[in-house]
């Protein structure tokens, strides 16, 4: 029986004004190499200055994430040749992480599963790098943007446990508003390690790092492919092929190939960072910032299903973003029922959003349109049908509903005697289809129709129904 591993290593764009140790703005851009200072680019003499604005964001990410923190802001440098590194070392954290000893709690297949984090740290990021035929290009724009590394534990055991996890972790950079976090973007980046152990939790592999993979989905297929690598080669009696390494996922071959060797954390000779002394934390700041913690995804989730009797797959959909949870929360404050409302809020609006790439706080109709809405149709004011019709006059028109309800006439009649007048009018047009229904032809539903078209569609549905089987049953 083989047991897959998996610990990640996510890479994430902290959202500031500035880079981490210089003043160059922190920003994508399509222009290379223009938001680049001296700094940036290692120039002889030059000296970092620590952006607090991007250590207070890190500080809020490790409390999110349940770490524990450190008592000093202290830094150090990894030291390592490559082109995207001007200076020749980054400044990172090793001996005092901004968190440790972190965990997150994630949902797969109905089971809770808490995941470990080893740490989480603020580093540099590096410049990017074009490789074409013969020569390669590069753009420092990235060099230096705050960048916030996550560390699991090997405490992941599939892939879809890995993609539960990133999914959750994204979400909380969101909710937080720490980072935009885009993939597209190369703001949230993946190295992968995978190795595999057997039923006793002996390592029947050694450990394999897969870099840089820029979205979820290529996680999950680097996943699989590297598993089965390592499967067939010991069942193959050729589990001594398996080495330590760095591979990367071949997107057209779906498998992953070999890079390079991996090398171990003192083959980077870290020590202190010399040009940025110690800071003590205070005290009263960490709690600041935890007070800026809004209630996360895993959580809401949770409320969700438990007290408002959501689904697991609609409170899911509806936490994915907090702007959309947030609005849909403010609907049950206002009296909503919570069922309702999730219809409503995974229906029509997301749809609506999504269709014309819109977000929630662009549309016209607020949580107590919304409310006033679901409950004109709850009082048999509109029908269910009519409610979608003012729904979308609503977002067109910037209307509230009940004005659209007026404006449209549609405001529902549900007086017995005047739906009973047409029921009637209409049974004695058509003498010879009740003949037909009592013989158990399906002549009730044109008796509907005619009364719906008699009113304009402004009969109540229930009522109408019930009226009409009355008055059949007397002839």
Request: hydrophobic share 35%; net charge negative; aromatic share 8%.
């Amino acid at each position: 029986m083989y047991k897959l591993t998996i610990g990640l290593e996510v890479h994430c764009e902290v959202k500031t004004n500035s880079k981490n140790f210089s003043s160059a703005r922190n920003e994508y851009s399509d222009n290379p190499n223009t938001n680049v200072d001296t700094v940036d680019i290692g120039l002889p003499g030059i000296l970092p200055v620590v952006n607090k604005e991007a250590f207070r964001k890190s500080l809020k990410m490790a409390l999110a994430l349940n770490c524990k923190t450190p008592d000093v802001v202290m830094f150090d440098r990894k030291n390592y040749y490559y082109p995207d590194l001007p200076k020749g070392y980054q400044i990172t954290q090793m001996e005092k992480p901004v968190g440790v000893d972190g965990y997150v709690m994630i949902n797969v297949d109905d089971k809770d599963i808490k995941v470990g984090i080893h740490d989480i740290h603020l580093e540099e990021d590096t410049a990017s790098m074009e490789h074409n035929d013969g020569y390669s290009l590069i753009d420092y724009n990235r060099a230096g943007v705050p960048l916030l590394e996550t560390v699991t534990t090997p405490s992941i055991h599939s892939a879809n446990e890995a993609i539960a996890f990133l999914e959750i972790l994204k979400g909380i950079f969101l909710y937080t508003d720490v980072s935009e976090a885009r993939t597209e973007l190369g703001q949230m980046r993946v190295d992968v390690n995978v190795n595999i152990r057997d039923e006793f939790d002996n390592n029947l592999t050694p450990r394999v790092e897969m870099k840089n993979i820029n979205s979820f989905n290529n996680v999950k297929l680097a996943i699989e492919s590297e598993e089965k690598r390592q499967i067939d080669l010991i069942e193959q009696g050729r589990a001594n092929e398996v080495v330590q390494e760095t591979r990367r996922f071949d997107e057209e071959k779906l498998e992953t190939l070999s890079m390079r060797s991996k090398v171990d954390a003192v083959d980077y000779k870290y020590y202190i960072e010399p040009n940025i002394p110690p800071i003590k934390i205070d005290d009263e700041w960490i709690n600041a910032i935890k007070k800026e913690i809004p209630m996360l995804q895993y959580d809401r989730i949770n409320i969700y299903i438990n007290e408002y009797g959501l689904s697991r797959y609609d409170a899911t959909v509806i936490v994915k973003e907090k702007s959309i949870s947030d609005y849909f929360e403010e609907t049950i404050k206002l009296g909503c029922n919570p069922k309702s409302s999730a219809n409503w809020v995974t229906g029509m609006i997301l749809g609506y959003i999504n269709k014309n790439e819109l977000k929630i706080d662009d549309i016209y109709l607020t949580p107590k349109m919304l409310v006033e809405l679901i409950e004109m149709v709850d009082k048999g004011e509109i029908s269910s049908k009519q409610s979608k019709q003012v729904f979308t006059k609503c977002l067109e028109e910037g209307m509230e509903p009940k004005k659209i309800v007026k404006k449209l006439g549609l405001t529902q009649i549900t007086d017995d005697k005047v739906i009973r007048d047409i029921v009637v009018k209409v049974l004695d047009e058509h003498p010879d289809l009740i003949i037909d229904h009592k013989k158990g032809k399906n002549t009730f539903d044109f008796f509907v129709g005619q009364v719906m078209k008699a009113t304009r569609g402004q009969a109540n549905p229930g009522i109408t129904a019930n009226i009409i089987r009355e008055e059949i049953d007397k002839r």
